[in-house]
C-alpha cells in the first residue's frame, strides 16, 4: 500500500502542524471486492491535521472521516457498509 499522502506534500514544505480544510477534502479509498472486481469510493474528511517534519517531509497525519457520507456509487452497497458489523467500533472484535 503507497502512502499518497507523503508523496502529495512538496519536499520543501515547511515543518510545522497544519490543518485541512474539511469542505475542501475527501479521503478516496479502492478495494477488490472479493478479488472479481474493482469498487472506488470516497468518505468526506471531518477535521485532518498534517504534521511536517524538519526535513520538509510528512511525519504525522491525523484524519477523521465521516461514514455517514461514503459513496462507492452503489445505494445498497453504501447502506450496507455503515453497518456496525464493517464500520463499527473496534472492541470485542478479533
Excluded: Y
Aim: positive net charge; aromatic residues 4%; charged residues 20%.
Amino acid at each position: 500500500m503507497t502512502n499518497p499522502v507523503a508523496t502529495a506534500v512538496s519536499p520543501s514544505a515547511q515543518p510545522g502542524c497544519w490543518a485541512a480544510r474539511p469542505a475542501d477534502c475527501t479521503a478516496a479509498f479502492t478495494v477488490r471486492n472479493l478479488g472479481l472486481r474493482t469498487v472506488t469510493g470516497k468518505i468526506p474528511v471531518t477535521v485532518a491535521e498534517l504534521t511536517v517534519g524538519p526535513g520538509g517531509h510528512p511525519a504525522r497525519l491525523h484524519a477523521e472521516l465521516d461514514v455517514r457520507g461514503m459513496d462507492t456509487g452503489s445505494r445498497r452497497r453504501d447502506r450496507d457498509l455503515r453497518r456496525p458489523r464493517f464500520l463499527g467500533p473496534a472492541s470485542g472484535r478479533s
